[in-house]
């Protein structure tokens, strides 16, 4: 079974500044995705960013970056230029890539203070 | 495009009552799943659809738990008897398939039993 820890209960980062979160994985298998979700206080899950295991290169939307180690089985969030809106809970999850259902962390809760 | 329906937002109910709650994922969307998420906690699969079709159910407490997805559009998950340890937020993901796009989420129900 595939476990995925985020060591880091809460967070805070002041506005304009960057933070970055973390996340490590365990599995056997060689090709899965990875995702970071953002879940604000309405409750609805939001993606944030993906990364596909085989591919090499760190995704990147916007503001928010990841660094994949894949044999260190680490997978971290940087988000830079923090803004208030991006206060929310935010969660790693891993999916094999043969049909199965997203299985998330416990989740970081991230404070963006002015 | 319409998002993932949940209904209703909050329930609250005494322990041993029954409850159900409806989900309509994104039309066109093929895989359905529901996950409970117990405050402080990630959100746990309880049950993948695809289709009308079980695909996994390993996590779903089948002694008061129950899913259906009939004709693989809208489903409902009952709790019957209910328990105190159930209090949490029930979310409703759909993706296009299995391993396919990105799983859009509700916003979920929070079920408080007392």
């Known amino acids: 079974a595939q476990t995925v820890t985020q060591s880091q209960p809460e967070m805070s980062v002041q506005e304009a500044e960057t933070v970055t979160l973390s996340c490590t994985y365990d599995?056997?298998?060689?090709?899965?995705?990875l995702f970071w979700y953002k879940q604000p206080p309405s409750r609805q899950m939001i993606l944030v960013i993906r990364q596909e295991a085989y591919k090499q290169q760190n995704a990147t939307e916007n503001r928010f970056s990841v660094n994949f180690q894949k044999a260190a089985k680490s997978f971290s969030l940087k988000i830079s230029d923090s803004q208030l809106g991006d206060t929310a809970m935010y969660f790693c999850a891993f999916m094999k890539l043969s049909g199965y259902a997203l299985n998330f962390g416990k989740g970081t809760s991230l404070l963006v203070t002015p | 495009e319409a998002g993932v329906a949940q209904s209703p937002r909050y329930k609250i109910i005494e322990k041993r009552q029954s409850v159900a709650f409806w989900c309509n994922p994104i039309s066109g969307h093929a895989t359905l799943y529901w996950y409970q998420q117990i405050l402080g906690q990630g959100p746990k699969l309880l049950i993948q659809f695809q289709n009308n079709g079980v695909v996994d159910d390993s996590q779903l407490p089948k002694d008061r738990f129950s899913a259906e997805r009939l004709k693989g559009v809208d489903s409902t998950l009952k709790i019957q008897p209910a328990k105190l340890e159930d209090s949490a937020v029930y979310l409703c993901?759909?993706?296009?398939?299995?391993?396919?796009?990105?799983?859009?989420f509700g916003q979920g129900t929070r079920l408080t039993v007392v």
């Open positions: 993901a759909s993706t296009e398939g299995p391993s396919l796009g990105e799983a859009f």
């Open positions: 599995t056997s298998e060689n090709n899965y995705y």
